[in-house]
């Protein structure tokens, strides 16, 4: 079995706000595996960035606790030796020193040898494709490459678990799919990632699990595609190459196929196949369940909260 590597239970946080006490996060509790992705949503306002401020150990819940590899964060600093963040884009990298040396000084500032640092700095570069540019003072570099090493960074001291908020935000295309493939690597070496982001696009490609949090609460936490199975329809589009003859029509339409332009919806799944025998041996361009995505269930799932 997978060995949980995050643990937290019933936290709680309340500011102080002219006077009033907002309720940031009211009895939140979360695990993360290894080898296990959760995406962390939730509105602005939620509760994400305190709840991540208390698992990461840099403020003090009212109340809960958290275990980073067993061990909790607001007691036992070893605990943060287990514990990698990128939180708010690249703001944990020095922009006038170059990427050999952000590693460098990190990995020292974390515990590790200089010889040691080196050495997992030169395969980190390696391995994130920075070795040509390790001598390249950080504010040069591309916003793709910035973000890479802010990751690498994070790893310098080989933490089970890794936090990490927007990984994508701003990035192009290629740096986009290339951090993506970098965050699934980092998870199947036996890391726990918690993922932080706007882009559900993101988080449903990259996680296994989701957490929904609204008003200080977790309103849904399931797997990633569990959720999207549950949110999604079980009725059928069929598309094809060329419009139907008037017979196929009729006959379509007394089946209950629904029919527009080159298009067949079928609205109960037990249609399918009904409706294949009759459109063979026409060409098909394309078949579709359909199929839910994560902001419309997002959306769905925070606006149903707000009216109760
Ligand atoms: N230092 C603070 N003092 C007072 N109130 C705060 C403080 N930090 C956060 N809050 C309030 O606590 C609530 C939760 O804020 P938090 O930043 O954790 O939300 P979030 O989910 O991270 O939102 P976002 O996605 O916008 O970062 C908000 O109502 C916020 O205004």
Not at 5 to 24: N, T
Not at 201 to 213: G, P, Q
């Amino acid at each position: 079995m997978a060995m949980t590597v995050l643990e937290a239970h019933h936290l709680r946080k309340s500011y102080w706000s002219q006077g009033k006490s907002i309720a940031a996060v009211q009895n939140v509790s979360l695990s993360i595996a290894e080898q296990e992705v959760l995406a962390f949503l939730g509105p602005n306002g939620a509760g994400k960035t305190t709840t991540i401020k208390m698992l990461a150990g840099l403020i003090l819940p009212d109340a809960g606790q958290v275990r980073i590899a067993g061990r909790d964060p607001h007691h036992d600093p070893k605990a943060l030796r287990s514990l990698g963040a990128v939180l708010e884009g690249n703001r944990n990298l020095y922009w006038r020193l170059n990427p050999l040396e952000n590693l460098e000084y990190f990995g020292v500032l974390r515990g590790l040898s200089p010889k040691i640092a080196r050495q997992r700095s030169q395969r980190l570069l390696e391995r994130f494709g920075l070795v040509e540019k390790r001598r390249s003072l950080v504010q040069t570099l591309s916003r793709g490459m910035q973000q890479k090493l802010a990751i690498a960074v994070a790893l310098i001291h080989d933490p089970q678990l890794l936090l990490l908020d927007e990984p994508t935000l701003g990035l192009d295309v290629e740096a986009t799919e290339s951090v993506k493939q970098l965050v699934r690597e980092i998870a199947a070496e036996g890391r726990a990632i918690l993922l932080t982001t706007h882009q559900l696009h993101i988080a449903e490609e990259l996680s296994d699990r989701v957490a929904i949090m609204n008003q200080g609460k977790i309103i849904v936490e399931e797997p990633t595609a569990q959720l999207i199975r549950q949110f999604s329809g079980t009725a059928y589009t069929v598309e094809l190459e060329q419009a139907l003859d008037l017979e196929r029509s009729q006959r379509l339409r007394a089946l209950g196929a629904v029919i527009h332009h080159h298009r067949l919806y079928l609205p109960k799944p037990e249609l399918l196949y009904p409706v294949l025998d009759l459109l063979n041996p026409l060409p098909i361009v394309r078949l579709e369940k359909d199929q839910a995505n994560l902001t419309d269930i997002f959306l769905k799932l925070v606006r149903e909260e707000k009216n109760t």
